[in-house]
């Protein structure tokens, strides 16, 4: 874990050490998005949901068409079953990754791509209804691929339209079977960019 951590920081540091040679130092994204798929198992095996929440970045830049990315995205799904006393599950998720990003200014658009690597972490509330539940939580390995376009409406004022193979491994299981959740879903996001 800490040669992880001694890796990200050194990333930054390079990362950092090339401000001077870049127009627009860092830009920050911050804007709706959508999984399209129930990571959390709060629906159960039910068909697939799509999760609502956010996604937010800041892309800190070492030259013109390289950058590193730490990326934040947060979802919180629930799901009311009717039949079973109102049980409702809830899940509150919070992604943490980081990663190059490769992008080129073609005048008035900012085409992108990105490979990011981190850590997603849910937390499931007792379930209300359910007095013998507990609360629980877990992490996971996570990843996302992808990348998308930026559109300007100012030089420091842009529009982003953002799509992402995004990738975690959870699972629920006991002594008979195991479950895996939708491990591979889309990440769509869309926002606005700030650069400064």
């Given at each position: 874990m800490l040669r992880c951590w001694l890796l990200v920081l050194a990333g930054m540091l390079w990362c950092v050490s090339g401000w001077a040679q870049s127009t627009d130092h860092v830009?920050?994204?911050?804007?709706y998005s959508l999984v399209t798929g129930d990571f959390t198992g709060t629906f159960g095996d039910r068909n697939t949901h799509i999760l609502?929440?956010?996604n937010a970045s800041a892309n800190f830049k070492a030259t013109r068409l390289l950058g590193?990315?730490?990326?934040?995205?947060g979802y919180y799904p629930s799901y009311t079953y009717q039949g079973i006393g109102g049980l409702t599950n809830r899940a509150?998720?919070?992604s943490l990754l980081f990663g190059p990003q490769v992008s080129?200014?073609?005048?008035k658009v900012t085409p992108f791509a990105h490979a990011l690597l981190g850590v997603t972490h849910i937390g499931y509330p007792a379930a209300s209804g359910c007095p013998q539940c507990v609360a629980t939580s877990a992490n996971s390995f996570a990843y996302a691929?992808?990348?998308g376009i930026d559109f300007d409406l100012t030089r420091h004022l842009g529009i982003r339209g953002?799509?992402?193979?995004?990738?975690?491994g959870f699972s629920s299981g006991d002594n008979q079977t195991t479950?895996?959740?939708?491990e591979t879903n889309a990440r769509i996001s869309t926002g606005l960019v700030f650069r400064f």
């Open positions: 830009e920050v994204f911050g804007g609502n929440g956010w590193f990315v730490a990326d934040f995205s509150k998720t919070l080129v200014r073609l005048s691929l992808g990348g953002q799509a992402d193979l995004f990738h975690n479950y895996r959740y939708h």
